[in-house]
Nanobody, 129 residues
Framework: QVQLVESGGGLVQAGGSLRLSCAAS????????MGWFRQAPGKERDFVAV????????NYADSVKGRFTISRDNAKNTVYLQMNRLKPEDTAVYYC??????????????????????WGQGTQVTVSS
């Protein structure tokens, strides 16, 4: 069992930056591929970014590519999402997720929520105009 807790959300103006953190409990954090998803009110949960166990292999949704950076610190059992040049359309609840399943980094499997076995409760990000 893995417990995930997100933090770092808040209110920021368009063009600003925010860094989200996801702390994982338990052992063997380094064996999990970690993902970030987001969900706006009344919308489906959408893929944002994924990072493999190595920490060097990542993939991003086109909507955030070049603006967001996913990273991890296995010694701290934590995954991060650095968000720059934020836009109002980035407003959503952001969730981290974990899976032990391994695929090609560009596989659609990593963009689908059901691929992931564990989820955090989410943290709210609001971007004002």
């Amino acid at each position: 069992q893995v417990q995930l807790v997100e933090s770092g959300g808040g209110l920021v103006q368009a063009g600003g930056s925010l860094r989200l953190s996801c702390a994982a409990s338990g052992r063997s954090f380094s064996t999990y591929t970690m993902g970030w998803f987001r969900q706006a009110p009344g919308k489906e949960r959408d893929f944002v970014a994924v990072i493999r166990q190595s920490g060097d292999i990542t993939n991003y949704a086109d909507s955030v590519k070049g603006r967001f950076t996913i990273s991890r610190d296995n010694a701290k059992n934590t995954v991060y999402l650095q968000m720059n040049r934020l836009k109002p359309e980035d407003t959503a609840v952001y969730y981290c997720a974990a899976t032990r399943n391994t695929y090609y980094i560009g596989s659609s499997a990593y963009t689908n929520g059901p691929t992931y076995d564990y989820w955090g409760q989410g943290t709210q990000v609001t971007v004002s105009s």
